[in-house]
């Protein structure tokens, strides 16, 4: 995604998810407080290289 879209593209459409994330466990119906935080983001220009074959 960071190769085709851009580094910054990439981290505006995960972060605008996370806010959508954020708002629908905010809703009063469900009856719990859930707060959810991007502490850290860390976007791999390349794919990682698996260790499993």
Do not use: C, W
Request: charged letters at 20%; zero cysteines.
């Amino acid at each position: 995604m960071v190769q085709y879209h851009g580094a910054e593209a990439a981290q505006r459409f995960l972060l605008t998810v996370m806010n959508m994330v954020y708002n629908m466990f905010k809703s009063k119906s469900l009856d719990v407080r859930i707060n959810i935080r991007v502490t850290k983001l860390v976007l791999l220009h390349n794919r990682p290289v698996s260790s499993d074959l």
